[in-house]
């Protein structure tokens, strides 16, 4: 039995603002992230302090290294795919168990998993290794964002103005290394990851958890704009999962009745579900369902699910009763009232939040209540 789990993103994880965060929310903006930790935004100056405070030995170098991590991410570690998993395969089999922090967060955008963490909770190397190639991305303001990182290492350390700007003058773009007396006093083996894993964190635990070789389901069930795709993204990068959405089955204009809307859980094509997934789901070969084409208001074109050991079903309604006990890990994702409508005016506009308000999220709700979805879920996140 899956122990229920109930948080906003991760706890246990080694905060940026002093004390241990119990609960992390996070927003993206366009391409970086802005990180809040219970409540109170995360800045680089915070994450510099807290690795002060948790490592032995820091070096300027050490700060400047964290600096273009924070901004440039991983994206330099990797030239060649297969020497890199070779690498990181090596070190990770070298590297003992270790109770020590799973994650630290080194700026909004980037944290370090690290590797005898990862291996003491018995997570696939495999999985941590996806999640670090994911983060590889190089953003177009990363060198600026750069130097406003070490002009605030400059202000938190004022007496280290000469020699940063030394580094400055002489510095050509290349990867920083880690200072001498930081590597023997810390014997650092992480991996760099994008913060925006950090979501997806609680999920992993529970799924290398799941018994059995046979293919796993995951079912990510919730209210609407709480974060229900991304993660399923998300598990499709990590776990190499073929993904079932939801949105795939509205309901043809048809079922369209007052009588289909008063159902709970009445707006969504569930006989299609069961039809043209279920049958398929545990199966490890590939398979195609129709997609539901908006512009004709009937299912359309064939999609295909990738062959695999693993299936993501997401979206509201994946939890169907209709669909029986299918999934081996069950997720809700919560969010609160206000959060989930500025969501959806950011995301669809002014005027299609209007319709979600008045239509599309009393359904929703009368679903959750009336099938007690977010009871029966192994674990929730959000709120």
């Given at each position: 039995?899956?122990?229920?789990?109930?948080?906003?993103?991760?706890?246990?994880?080694?905060?940026?603002?002093?004390?241990?965060?119990?609960?992390?929310?996070?927003?993206?903006?366009?391409?970086?992230?802005?990180?809040?930790?219970?409540?109170?935004?995360?800045?680089?100056?915070?994450?510099?302090?807290?690795?002060?405070?948790?490592?032995?030995?820091?070096?300027?170098?050490?700060?400047?290294?964290?600096?273009?991590?924070?901004?440039?991410?991983?994206?330099?570690?990797?030239?060649?795919?297969?020497?890199?998993?070779?690498?990181?395969?090596?070190?990770?089999?070298?590297?003992?168990?270790?109770?020590?922090?799973?994650?630290?967060?080194?700026?909004?955008?980037?944290?370090?998993?690290?590797?005898?963490?990862?291996?003491?909770?018995?997570?696939?190397?495999?999985?941590?290794?996806?999640?670090?190639?994911?983060?590889?991305?190089?953003?177009?303001?990363?060198?600026?964002?750069?130097?406003?990182?070490?002009?605030?290492?400059?202000?938190?350390?004022?007496?280290?103005?000469?020699?940063?700007?030394?580094?400055?003058?002489?510095?050509?773009?290349?990867?920083?290394?880690?200072?001498?007396?930081?590597?023997?006093?810390?014997?650092?083996?992480?991996?760099?990851?994008?913060?925006?894993?950090?979501?997806?964190?609680?999920?992993?635990?529970?799924?290398?958890?799941?018994?059995?070789?046979?293919v796993k389901i995951i079912a990510i069930d919730g209210r609407a704009a709480s974060g229900?795709?991304?993660?399923?993204?998300?598990?499709?990068?990590?776990?190499?999962?073929?993904?079932?959405?939801?949105?795939?089955?509205?309901?043809?204009?048809?079922?369209?009745?007052?009588?289909?809307?008063?159902?709970?859980?009445?707006?969504?094509?569930?006989?299609?579900?069961?039809?043209?997934?279920?049958?398929?789901l545990r199966k490890e070969s590939g398979f195609a369902y129709r997609r539901f084409d908006?512009?004709?208001?009937?299912?359309?074109?064939?999609?295909?699910?990738?062959?695999?050991?693993?299936?993501?079903?997401?979206?509201?309604?994946?939890?169907?009763?209709?669909?029986?006990?299918?999934?081996?890990?069950?997720?809700?994702?919560?969010?609160?009232?206000?959060?989930?409508?500025?969501?959806?005016?950011?995301?669809?506009?002014?005027?299609?939040?209007?319709?979600?308000?008045?239509?599309?999220?009393?359904?929703?709700?009368?679903?959750?209540?009336?099938?007690?979805?977010?009871?029966?879920?192994?674990?929730?996140?959000?709120?």
């Amino acid at each position: 039995m899956i122990k229920h789990i109930l948080v906003t993103i991760l706890a246990a994880v080694a905060c940026c603002n002093g004390a241990e965060a119990k609960n992390y929310s996070m927003e993206f903006c366009g391409k970086r992230t802005r990180l809040f930790a219970d409540g109170r935004e995360v800045s680089f100056s915070d994450c510099v302090k807290k690795q002060t405070s948790l490592r032995k030995k820091f070096k300027l170098r050490d700060l400047i290294k964290q600096a273009y991590q924070g901004a440039f991410g991983a994206g330099h570690a990797v030239i060649d795919r297969k020497r890199a998993w070779e690498y990181f395969s090596r070190e990770f089999g070298s590297v003992p168990a270790e109770e020590i922090e799973l994650v630290e967060i080194i700026s909004p955008d980037y944290c370090r998993i690290n590797l005898g963490a990862w291996k003491k909770a018995e997570l696939p190397e495999k999985w941590l290794f996806n999640m670090f190639l994911a983060s590889t991305e190089i953003f177009p303001d990363s060198a600026a964002l750069f130097k406003n990182y070490l002009e605030q290492i400059t202000a938190l350390y004022p007496e280290s103005a000469a020699e940063m700007a030394e580094f400055i003058k002489h510095h050509r773009g290349e990867a920083v290394h880690h200072s001498r007396e930081y590597v023997k006093a810390n014997r650092p083996s992480y991996r760099i990851v994008s913060t925006r894993f950090l979501t997806v964190l609680p999920v992993l635990k529970a799924a290398a958890a799941l018994p059995g070789n046979g293919v796993k389901i995951i079912a990510i069930d919730g209210r609407a704009a709480s974060g229900k795709t991304t993660v399923a993204g998300q598990l499709a990068k990590i776990l190499k999962a073929g993904v079932v959405h939801m949105d795939d089955f509205f309901l043809p204009q048809n079922l369209r009745t007052p009588a289909r809307f008063a159902e709970a859980g009445g707006n969504v094509h569930y006989e299609r579900f069961k039809a043209e997934v279920l049958p398929d789901l545990r199966k490890e070969s590939g398979f195609a369902y129709r997609r539901f084409d908006c512009s004709k208001m009937v299912p359309g074109a064939e999609c295909t699910v990738p062959s695999g050991k693993w299936r993501v079903v997401e979206g509201a309604y994946s939890l169907h009763p209709e669909f029986g006990n299918y999934a081996d890990l069950k997720i809700f994702f919560d969010i609160t009232p206000a959060e989930q409508m500025k969501r959806i005016k950011k995301r669809n506009g002014g005027e299609k939040a209007k319709i979600f308000a008045s239509r599309w999220i009393p359904l929703e709700e009368n679903y959750i209540k009336q099938t007690g979805v977010k009871k029966r879920a192994d674990i929730i996140l959000g709120r």
